[in-house]
């Protein structure tokens, strides 16, 4: 344990899980993010502020997700959860399959474990921690796993305990996410999966999972091939037709990786340099022009409703600063 601060800004980025095959086991952060400020109260209140994303539709008491976390976070380190001041800054969009809850959840842990003074190796924050924690409280670390430690992550339970193992994404790799207006929450397409599915498709899906750790962690070159699925996509595409559509579309006439991310209905596209994903790829290199040619292809599928969005790879998860603020929440 280390001296705890009074308080932290936290920094957690947006998540794509699933990328097709990996289900509930792989993850890919982004480089999106939500930010939040805690500030210690003496008084043992509860107060959240928010700005974007979910503004005016979340709970800004006790109930909201990132201090429900926080509070979480306390107990299951056996300490008294204190007051809180929480001004949260959401980018990462509600109920749109890019892991807004694993980085709400993120976030209060997160800042629990440095207003503890819950420290690991090299003074950051106790990451293992703070992933069992959150993967606890979200009941699965696919999104969770990314959140925390950025890049690419495979993560699994076992023996009581959630893992996670970070792996370093190709560089040449650039996702593109497609998110459309509709809201689609992970209760509901969750229900729409079987309890069984035919061995040959367990067993075509558990070879395309092993490939695509190699092609996104350094063969691009297969991500078509990679990303197909037979586990759960075409199970859920009755409740999100228009990117049951979008994606196959890209996949077959433009061939595009694009598999729906998460529980959907965001689609992802991941691009890459040099022909990676995509047909007519531009040379190694032009990042700009790599974007430019996958928006391009997006944008002739899509209509209004739709928010194409290029963006990075983020290679760090969950990131820890002081604040810019120390002032208390409004009452």
């Known amino acids: ?91 990462v969009p509600h109920g749109r399959g ?40 979200e009941g699965h670390p696919d999104n969770v796993a990314p959140c ?14 959630w893992r996670a193992l970070r792996l370093e994404p190709d560089r040449r790799l650039r996702p593109v996410v497609c998110v459309p207006d509709a809201e689609l929450s992970t209760e509901a397409a969750r229900g729409l999966l079987p309890a069984e599915v035919p061995h040959a498709d367990a067993a075509f899906t558990a070879g395309r999972a092993a490939l695509l750790t190699a092609a996104v962690s350094g063969h691009p070159e297969l991500l078509l091939e990679a990303t197909e699925d037979r586990l759960h996509e075409r199970y859920r595409a009755a409740a999100m037709p228009e990117s049951a559509r979008l ?5 077959g006439r433009d061939g595009l990786a694009a598999v729906v991310s998460g529980a959907g209905p965001t689609v992802l596209v991941l691009a890459a340099d040099g022909g990676a994903g995509a047909r007519n790829a531009p040379v190694a290199g032009d990042v700009g022009q790599i974007h430019r040619e996958a928006v391009d292809s997006i944008r002739a599928r899509t209509g209004t409703g739709w928010h194409i969005r290029p963006l990075a790879i983020d290679p760090a998860g969950v990131r820890i600063s002081s604040p810019r603020s120390l002032t208390s929440v409004e009452e």
């Open 247 to 251: 994606a196959a579309d890209l996949r």
């Open 1 to 91: 344990m280390s001296a705890a601060p009074a308080g932290v800004r936290v920094r957690t980025p947006a998540t794509s899980a699933n990328l097709g095959p990996g289900f509930d086991a792989m993850g890919l952060a982004l480089d999106l993010h939500d930010e939040v400020e805690a500030r210690v109260r003496d008084d043992g209140r509860v107060r959240v502020s928010v700005e974007g994303e979910g503004a005016g539709k979340v709970p800004v008491g006790p109930d909201h997700l990132v201090a429900a976390a926080f509070r979480a976070a306390y107990e299951a380190a056996g300490e008294r959860p204190p007051g809180v001041d929480l001004r949260c800054r959401n980018a």
């Open 148 to 161: 925390v430690h950025g890049g690419f992550t495979l993560s699994w339970g076992g023996r009581g305990a």
């Open 98 to 137: 890019l892991g807004s809850s694993a980085s709400a959840i993120t976030a209060g842990v997160a800042a629990a474990a440095a207003l503890m003074g819950r420290l690991g190796p090299g003074g950051d924050i106790d990451r293992d921690w703070v992933f069992g924690t959150a993967a606890d409280i």
